[in-house]
Structure formats: structure tokens, C-alpha cells
């Protein structure tokens, strides 16, 4: 599985959008983009996954680059309860596995 | 649809004992994926159970094991605690199809003394 780079951590103004970026340079054609985040203590949340083209779901929007070697997660309208830990991961497409590897992911703390 | 549940949700042990976690997964769903979350480690995957047969291994001592049972409920055994096993303890569950979405449940958090 490809290995994904993320900021650290990001601050975001409560009611503005947050874009969180992943670099997944090494990333695969049958690999897909999927992004979970954690809020404190609590298991990790699915948010969204693509492969090439831009999704978007209630939650957020999944922007991939063309050559796929980076992508963002946007959430519109930051509210203080996104505040969490955003991991972005590569996964093969048709792997059957229930194996996630998690990096150390983004840290956004969404301020009032 | 009721999410993935944990039992118990919090658990204080002491070292050289053994510990089971249960995990029951969504209705419906055949994969149940365990992971081990520390402050320093991160989230790592422990194993993967399918339709009661272990389909992934992560690279875990001996010491911690796990079955399915045929309703797809998972427990996952830690035996012979160390200090370093304290740690929240993750399970997420899928259809176990190609590419399925994996859920998460509360976790159950473990602490060796």
C-alpha cells in the first residue's frame, strides 16, 4: 500500500472551509483514497473514498489531482465538532483485506 | 441499523493476567478487523476474521489471538498482560466484499497496571 504524507496539524475559523491535504506521490492506479477522522477517543469515523473523480457526500468533498499524486478533503463549514484527527489512506482497489494502515494523520483544531 | 458495539468500554487488568474483548459487528456484516491504538504506535492492525476463519495478520505476538463466531461476533484474547498492552482496542466491521467500507466501533480501553 502506497504511504500517504499529511500536515501535522491545521487550525480552521469555525464556519469556514477546511481543506486538508494528503501527498500519496507513490500511489498505485487500482489504489483508492480513503479519508477517516477520530475524534478524541472515540473510534475512527469513515468520511469519504475515490478513485480519480471528485466525490462528494453530506459530510464532505474529495478533491483528487489529476495525476492523483495528491488530494484534499474539504468540509464546507467547519463547526467546532470537526474538530479531530483527519487520516488520510490508501487502499487497493479489489483488495478484499479489512487492513487499513493508518499514518499519523492531521490534527484540525476548529476555532470559535 | 445499530453501529458496532464494544464490551466492555473500559477495563483495568493487572500483569501476567489474560483479557478478552468482545466485538459485535453490524447486522449483516462477515468482517471484523481489530486494531490496537497507543499514544506512541498509532492505530495498528492486529488481525482480520471472515466468515470464522483469520484472513489478515498484523505483525502481533503470539500472546494476542482472536476467533469469529458464526453470527460474525468477534473476541480478540490478550493473555499474559504487559504494561505496554495498555491501550484502546478497536474493532471495525465490513460486508468483507471487494473494497467494502469498514466501521468502527467505541473501542474498549485497557489499562494494565
Known amino acids: 500500500d502506497a504511504k500517504t504524507t499529511q500536515p501535522t496539524s491545521m487550525d480552521c475559523a469555525e464556519g469556514r472551509a477546511a481543506n486538508l491535504p494528503c501527498n500519496h506521490s507513490t500511489i498505485s492506479g487500482n489504489e483508492y483514497v480513503y479519508w477517516y477522522r477520530q475524534i478524541h477517543s472515540q473510534g475512527p469515523q469513515y468520511i469519504i473514498h475515490?478513485?480519480?473523480n471528485n466525490e462528494t457526500n453530506e459530510m464532505a468533498s474529495l478533491i483528487i489531482t489529476e495525476d492523483r499524486k495528491s488530494s484534499t478533503l474539504i468540509l464546507p463549514h467547519a463547526t467546532l465538532r470537526d474538530t479531530a484527527v483527519y487520516y488520510c489512506?490508501?487502499?487497493?482497489?479489489?483488495?478484499?483485506?479489512?487492513?487499513?494502515?493508518f499514518g499519523q494523520g492531521t490534527t484540525l483544531q476548529v476555532k470559535p | 441499523k445499530a453501529g458496532v458495539t464494544q464490551t466492555p468500554r473500559y477495563l483495568i487488568k493487572t500483569r501476567g493476567q489474560q483479557v478478552t474483548l468482545s466485538c459485535s459487528p453490524i447486522?449483516?456484516?462477515?468482517?471484523v478487523s481489530w486494531y490496537q491504538q497507543t499514544p506512541g504506535q498509532g492505530l495498528q492492525f492486529l488481525f482480520e476474521y471472515f466468515s470464522e476463519t483469520q484472513r489478515n495478520k498484523g505483525n502481533f505476538p503470539g500472546r494476542f489471538s482472536g476467533r469469529q463466531f458464526s453470527n460474525s461476533r468477534s473476541e480478540m484474547n490478550v493473555s499474559t498482560l504487559e504494561l505496554g498492552d495498555s491501550a484502546l482496542y478497536l474493532c471495525a466491521s465490513s460486508l468483507g466484499g471487494t473494497q467494502e467500507t469498514q466501521y468502527f466501533g467505541p473501542g474498549t480501553r485497557l489499562l494494565v497496571l
Open positions: 475515490g478513485l480519480k
Open positions: 447486522s449483516g456484516h462477515r468482517s
Open positions: 489512506i490508501v487502499r487497493v482497489a479489489g483488495s478484499n483485506t479489512g487492513k487499513l494502515i
